[in-house]
């Protein structure tokens, strides 16, 4: 919500969180890099944005170096709309997880120019901690055994033993925080560093605002985007989402993975057959080629409607009454979560690019299918600053 906001001047984004990035570096160690925890610092770069955005602009006021304005395209404080970080299952229960992020490929440094010698390593280490021996910080999290439910109801949706929100693979235990003092503590899949309340990580602040170019080096492919599209009926993109996703394609002209612009305009200049350029976020795996529909023509023209007979209107009360007893069905809780886990298909989470004097600046998010990316990637990796 907070990057919905209107800003007087729009390169005061950075200083305008700063309040609340404070309370947030009390509770992740390492802080955060341009709203970005470096915790989770890949699987954030995969945000999303749920309503169009724009790029935000710099005022005629700003006399600073261009360089250095402190609106980064891959950071959401570089646009304005409404934006969201993945609600990772591997990670985290509940809600409407539609992604799951499961190794980290690469190591990502921050800088203050393009051309910077000096580079800050970002400490993402959430693959570290998902690998982690059972047990592992036990000061700050209670590990028990998961034991899944014999059967379970539709309606289990928002909880976090819902079968259908599981990380891919059945987890065999589950964290408890034993720093969170409220009637549900949080709950997660596996550990993660947090701090007591009160405190701060000092090694936070040396990634002020100056660093705002990132650098690593990753795999990299050229796929074919097409004018098919996808919206969203499930997941966290159900929130009012207005752009949708385009098919990527492989030569062959089969399917391989999905696209996702920022705004109408990048979504309508994508025409058939127009390639874009994709680098390698992090592995994972996502549901969107199996939760998705692809769009379809809506009819502009509507039948007049006339009134129904006494029968037509007791089918459709048979059909109401026959929908909503098989939504409170009970089933077989293995069952619903081999279903779910059909539909999570392996890949790498993607960012789509540009380039401009030698920077990459982001123009989207994107999921393509793990064997495909493989066959299309350049085998070596190659050198990427993102500004």
Sequence with gaps: MFNARTLRYEEDVYN?????????????????????????????????????????????????????????????????????????????????????????????????????????????????????????????WRCEEFEPPALTRRTTRYKQSDPIKMPKELPSHRYISLLDEGPCPETRWYPIPVMPFGTEDETSSGLHRGYQYLWCRT?????????QKLYPTDGLHTIDHQVPYHLLKNKDGGTVGALLPH??????????????????????????????????????????ETPLTLEEEEAIREEKKEYWSEF?????????????????????????????????????YGFVLEKEWNSVAETSRVDITLG
């Design 263 to 304: 705004n109408e305009h990048d979504s309508e200049s994508l025409r058939q057959d127009t390639p874009v350029e994709l680098i390698a976020i992090a592995k994972g795996w996502s549901t969107i080629l199996k939760e998705e529909s692809v769009e379809k023509e809506e009819s502009t023209t509507h039948p007049a």
């Design 219 to 227: 795999a990299r492919a050229i796929l074919t985007v097409t004018d």
């Design 328 to 364: 409170y069905k009970e089933v077989p809780w293995m069952d619903r979560f081999e279903e779910g886990k059909e539909k999570k298909q392996d890949g790498y989470h993607v960012l789509w690019i540009e380039w401009e004097n030698g920077v990459a600046y982001r123009k989207g």
């Design 16 to 140: 305008a969180f700063a309040g609340y990035c404070t309370h947030l570096n009390s509770i992740f160690p390492s802080g955060f890099v341009y709203g970005h925890p470096q915790t989770f610092f890949d699987i954030s770069l995969c945000w999303i944005a749920s309503r169009a955005i724009r790029r935000r602009k710099v005022s005629e006021r700003y006399t600073g170096h261009p360089a250095h304005q402190g609106l980064p395209s891959w950071s959401w404080m570089g646009w304005k709309g409404s934006t969201h970080f993945p609600l990772d299952a591997e990670s985290e229960g509940g809600g409407f997880p539609t992604v799951g992020f499961t190794e980290s490929i690469t190591e990502w440094y921050a800088m203050e120019y393009p051309d910077s010698y000096k580079k800050q390593r970002i400490n993402s280490t959430w693959s570290q901690c998902r690998k982690a021996p059972v047990g592992s910080m036990a000061e700050s």
